[in-house]
């Protein structure tokens, strides 16, 4: 079945220690996202690739990274992750139809939950 | 400022139970809205999705209706089962903000037995 793969599901990483998490998909979609979602709130969008053109949120701290070496894979790099990283960080893809109602659908991963000690 | 606000926060009902969540936005221009249902610990899971000439819009046991004057929207469960506990999630798209999507903070559903 075609889908969004997170890898892994659980990670725990040291503070201060770089992480990476690992999104694939084999939807052949040309737009992945990474959100990060907090405890009882809503995903925030870190940034989004549009085939190769890299779209950086405002907000999103330069502790983020992220890398798409192809149209499958997205990675999410956190350089030194602090006890606040802790979250759950979806990955998410969409095929823009290219129509005003803008009905791209978002398909989202089952996310990687990541801890911080 | 774009916002979308849902209600209640948290629902409790008993299985078999229907239930109505609701949803205000103030985003604009808007494009669509959407409602997803997010088990704990997954991904979002996209139930429907509207645009502003579409009233209503069923997915099985779910039931989204959207009025684009008063910019509400409601998702009705009918006949609940303890497999819809779930955090929905009500979600605008913009046309100015580039297809972003603007999360409301969730409603958390528990269906009791």
């Known amino acids: 079945d075609a889908m969004v793969i997170q890898n892994p599901r659980y990670q725990v990483t040291q503070f201060g220690k770089p992480v990476t998490l690992s999104c694939s998909q084999t939807?052949?979609?040309?737009?992945m996202y990474w959100y990060q979602q907090k405890s009882s709130q809503a995903p925030k969008l870190l940034f989004h690739y549009y085939d190769k053109d890299f779209n950086n949120e405002a907000d999103t701290p330069d502790n983020f990274q992220s890398r798409r070496p192809n149209t499958s894979f997205c990675f999410l790099d956190i350089r030194s992750p602090g006890l606040g990283d802790a979250a759950m960080y979806l990955c998410a893809t969409s095929s823009p139809r290219g129509d005003r109602a803008g009905r791209d659908e978002q398909y989202f991963g089952p996310g990687t939950r990541l801890t911080v000690t | 400022k774009n916002q979308v606000e849902q209600s209640p926060q948290s629902l409790i009902i008993l299985e078999g139970k229907n239930c109505t969540l609701q949803c205000n936005y103030t985003v604009s221009p808007f494009s669509n809205l959407r409602w997803y249902k997010q088990d704990t610990g997954r991904g979002p899971v996209s139930l429907t999705i509207m645009t502003f000439s579409e009233n209503t819009k069923s997915n099985g046991r779910y039931t989204a209706t959207l009025d684009a004057d008063t910019k509400q929207s409601s998702l009705h469960i009918t006949a609940s089962q303890l497999s819809d506990s779930a955090s929905y999630i009500c979600v605008v798209s913009s046309y100015n903000q580039g297809g972003k999507l603007i999360f409301g903070q969730g409603t958390e559903l528990s269906v009791k037995p």
């Open positions: 939807l052949n979609h040309n737009v």
